[in-house]
Every structure is written in structure tokens, then in C-alpha cells.
């Protein structure tokens, strides 16, 4: 038998998937962002407590202070920047998946203008998103170095003062920008996802392979409440939005790796393929490694 080779451009897509995709812990985005503010605050009140010579300026206790809020922005800036990029390889690996299905569907002499339809309404402003996020990342360092070197050299000036301001506004613009393209990305690109394989379940059945659909995986979120939440806490509440971005599309991405494992191997049956076996995850399995995989 001839070899399918959209049955095998599917396969390489399930194999290789880490190659686009990372399910980072939430619990990870946290300690990434609270481990840092946390040392440095022990730090600053262990030298406050049992070297106050140091600190012989009250200025100081200020400037320590403002270049740990500093950092803290550049840092969730990171962060922030991760999840778009983040967003940005699933959804080219999506794009993918889906072409590799539609040729696998007409291959066998099938109708998938259904499925076509569906997977025209993948937006390509996930790119733009993750380019934008990148460079107010960029920006926000510069910031906060800059604001480092004027308060080591001329304490709490005004133009300490102004770098400060200044990161934490691009940091609530960052927000904006990655949020606003990723906050509603998990609900959205699932639901397309499971119209998707209805339409493909519905192509399969013509010429004698049985596919079940897709469940759905995350719940709409609020928006509305998050905005007033967004605005009442002067944009604090990113801090959550963030984490639970990064929670949804986790249970997205885990959710579909377990659909395309049953379907990559329905497939390979139905071609005549044997001794399918379970591959596993494909993460590193040192932890600092996969830590750093993961987050970029």
C-alpha cells in the first residue's frame, strides 16, 4: 500500500509538537515572578535590621525600594512577552495540523470545504502581538537599566522618579497589548478547534474512518468583569489575568494533545500502519532545562 503522505505530514506535527508548543506551570509563572521580589525584600530588610550603616540616607531605603519595582517590571515584562510568543508558535503549529488534516481528507476523494472554512478564521495579528510584546519588553529594560544608573549615581532625582513611571506605564501597555490578543486566544481558538474536527468527523465518516470530535476544554471568560477589575486595581489585576491566560491555554494545549494522540493512531490504523506506541511528551527531562524551555 502506498504511503499516505498527509497522513504522515499529520504524525510529524503530533511527534514533533513540543517543537512549537510548552505548557509551562502556572505555579512556575508565579515563583518566576514572586521569587525575585520576595529575595530582594528579605535581602533589603536583613541589611535594614543588621547593617544600618548602610543605609545611612533615608533616601536609600527609597532607591532600594524603587529599583526593586524596577526590576520587578522588567521581569513581568519577560513574562509577558513569553506567553504571546507562546501563543504565536501554537497557533502556527495549528495552522499546520489543520492543512495536514484537509489534505489527509481529500486525499481519500473527501469534501473538507467545511474544515477550510473553519480553519480560514485563524488571525494572523498573534504575530503582530508577539512582535510588539517583544519590543515594549525591549524598551522596559532600557527603561529600567537607565533608572538604575541615574539612582546609583544621583539618588532619588526626578529622572529616577520619570524611569519609574515610565516602565510601569509601557509594563500596563505591555499587558494591554499581550492580554487583549491572549486573554480570550484559549476559549476562542478551542472552540474553532472543536468545530474544526466536527467538520473533519463528519469528512472521515464518507470514506469509512471513524472520528470522534474534539471537546470542548475552557470556558468563556468574563470580559466585561475583567475590564472593571483591570481599571478599579489601575491595572494590577493584569498580574491575574496573566496567570489565568497561561492556565487556559495549558488545559487547551493539554487537551488537544490528547485528541491528536487517539487520532494520530485511528490514522495510522486505517493506513495499515502498526506498533503504534506511546512517544510521551517529548520535554527535557532535566528541571532547569525544562524550567527554561517552557518559559521561552
Avoid at 504511503?3 to 499529520?10: E, G, I, L, P, T
Avoid at 547593617?51 to 525600594?65: C, N
Avoid at 487517539?262 to 527531562?285: A, C, T, W
Wanted: net charge negative; glycine share 6%.
Amino acid at each position: 500500500m502506498e504511503r499516505n503522505q498527509w497522513a504522515d505530514r499529520f504524525t510529524d506535527t503530533v511527534v514533533r509538537r513540543t517543537d512549537y508548543d510548552s505548557v509551562p506551570g502556572t505555579d512556575t509563572v508565579v515563583l518566576i515572578l514572586l521569587i525575585p521580589a520576595i529575595f530582594g525584600l528579605l535581602v533589603t530588610a536583613v541589611i535594614l535590621i543588621y547593617h544600618t550603616e548602610v543605609f545611612d540616607d533615608p533616601d536609600t531605603t527609597y532607591i532600594a525600594t524603587a529599583m526593586g519595582l524596577l526590576a520587578q517590571c522588567g521581569l513581568a515584562a519577560f513574562v509577558l512577552f513569553s506567553l504571546a510568543n507562546r501563543t504565536r508558535r501554537h497557533v502556527l503549529r495549528d495552522t499546520i495540523w489543520m492543512d495536514s488534516l484537509i489534505g489527509y481528507v481529500e486525499s481519500h476523494d473527501a469534501d473538507a470545504s467545511g474544515m477550510r472554512r473553519v480553519r480560514d478564521e485563524i488571525p494572523h495579528y498573534y504575530n503582530l502581538s508577539a512582535f510588539v510584546s517583544a519590543g515594549l519588553w525591549i524598551v522596559t529594560t532600557v527603561i529600567v537599566v537607565a533608572g538604575g544608573i541615574a539612582m546609583s549615581r544621583a539618588g532619588l532625582s526626578d529622572f529616577a522618579y520619570d524611569t519609574l513611571v515610565y516602565a510601569y506605564l509601557l509594563l500596563m501597555v505591555q499587558f494591554a497589548v499581550t492580554l487583549g490578543s491572549t486573554i480570550r486566544f484559549p476559549y476562542r481558538h478551542d472552540d474553532m478547534q472543536c468545530r474544526f474536527t466536527e467538520e473533519l468527523s463528519d469528512a472521515c465518516s464518507g470514506f469509512g474512518l471513524s472520528v470522534k470530535p474534539m471537546e470542548p476544554s475552557v470556558r468563556k471568560p468574563h470580559s466585561v468583569v475583567n475590564a472593571i477589575l483591570f481599571v478599579i486595581t489601575l491595572g494590577l489585576y493584569a498580574f491575574i489575568l496573566l496567570l489565568l491566560a497561561n492556565h487556559r491555554t495549558n488545559r487547551h494545549i493539554t487537551s488537544q494533545w490528547r485528541y491528536e494522540s487517539h487520532l494520530m493512531v485511528s490514522i495510522i490504523r486505517f493506513e495499515g500502519g502498526i506498533g503504534v506506541e506511546g512517544y510521551g511528551d517529548n520535554q527535557p527531562k532535566n528541571w532547569l532545562v525544562r524550567l527554561i524551555f517552557n518559559v521561552l
